[in-house]
């Protein structure tokens, strides 16, 4: 599968942003996806990931209650809605597609997109 995210910007701290990411293929719904975000000099890390039903959801603590992950397996899209940002978003936003369980780990899923970039000014 390969997956194609966009929606990133340039936004004030407050602000929001509605990231998509669409994968091509006929099987979307087999697969459970993940966001994830690279800031620059750190490591990737883990922002939400759902089911492939999109019952289930997972949010890294520092953004629950502002971000929420959503899916079309209609529209083959994967959404990230993200409130009130902060500095601290800003990053490369990557989403993956995984055949297992909706986890927070790199090693849980098999496809990445080339990501979006975000950036939150103070």
């Known amino acids: 599968v390969q997956l194609q995210a966009s929606g990133g910007g340039l936004v004030q701290a407050g602000g929001s942003l509605r990231l998509s990411c669409v994968a091509s293929?006929?099987?979307?719904?087999?697969?459970?996806m993940g966001w994830f975000r690279q800031a620059p000099g750190k490591e990737r890390e883990f922002v939400a990931s759902?089911?492939?039903?999109?019952?289930?959801?997972g949010y890294f603590d520092s953004v629950k209650g502002r971000f929420t992950i959503s899916r079309d397996n209609v529209k083959n899209t994967v959404y990230l809605q993200i409130n009130i940002l902060k500095p601290e978003d800003t990053g490369v936003y990557y989403c993956?597609?995984?055949?297992?369980?909706?986890?927070?780990?790199?090693?849980?899923?098999?496809?990445w997109g080339q990501g979006t970039q975000v950036t939150v000014s103070s």
């Open positions: 993956a597609a995984g055949t297992g369980q909706y986890g927070p780990m790199p090693d849980d899923y098999t496809y």
């Open positions: 759902i089911s492939r039903n999109g019952v289930g959801t």
């Open positions: 293929g006929r099987t979307f719904s087999t697969y459970t």
